[in-house]
């Protein structure tokens, strides 16, 4: 099974970037969809986006289409989430996820069965 160990978060200002990274263990990471998703405290977890395994299909939630972007790169194991425009909204932990290999990337946090421990990421006013 694969294990996802996520990295690059930290506090940013109104309006900055930040990109968030995963590295994938244990497994074989090309089989896998993979997704972000987020979570404050007292709500559940939200989805944010998601690549199919082969990366021809992306999902993003409404609220962050047009200003986050997902990829991966096989080669590397690495699964990326650039966020531009950052919001004080957006602060969150976010966590990185793998889940069956299917040609749509599944927007369901339920879809994804290894999770990673997380990231802090906070957009200051």
């Known amino acids: 099974q694969v294990l996802p160990l996520e990295s690059g978060g930290g506090l940013v200002q109104t309006g900055d970037s930040l990109r968030l990274s995963c590295a994938a263990s244990g497994g074989t990471f090309s089989n896998y969809n993979m997704a972000w998703s987020r979570q404050t405290p007292g709500k559940e977890r939200a989805f944010v986006a998601a690549?199919?395994?082969?990366?021809?299909?992306?999902t993003y939630a409404d609220s962050v289409k047009g200003r986050f972007t997902i990829s991966r790169d096989d080669a590397k194991n690495t699964l990326s989430l650039q966020m531009n425009s950052l919001k004080p909204e957006d602060t969150a932990v976010y966590y990185c996820?793998?889940?069956?290999?299917?040609?749509?990337?599944?927007?369901?946090?339920?879809?994804?069965?290894?999770w990673g421990q997380g990231t802090q990421v906070t957009v200051s006013s």
């Open positions: 690549i199919n395994w082969y990366g021809g299909s992306t």
């Open positions: 996820a793998a889940g069956t290999a299917k040609p749509r990337a599944g927007a369901m946090t339920y879809e994804y069965d290894y």
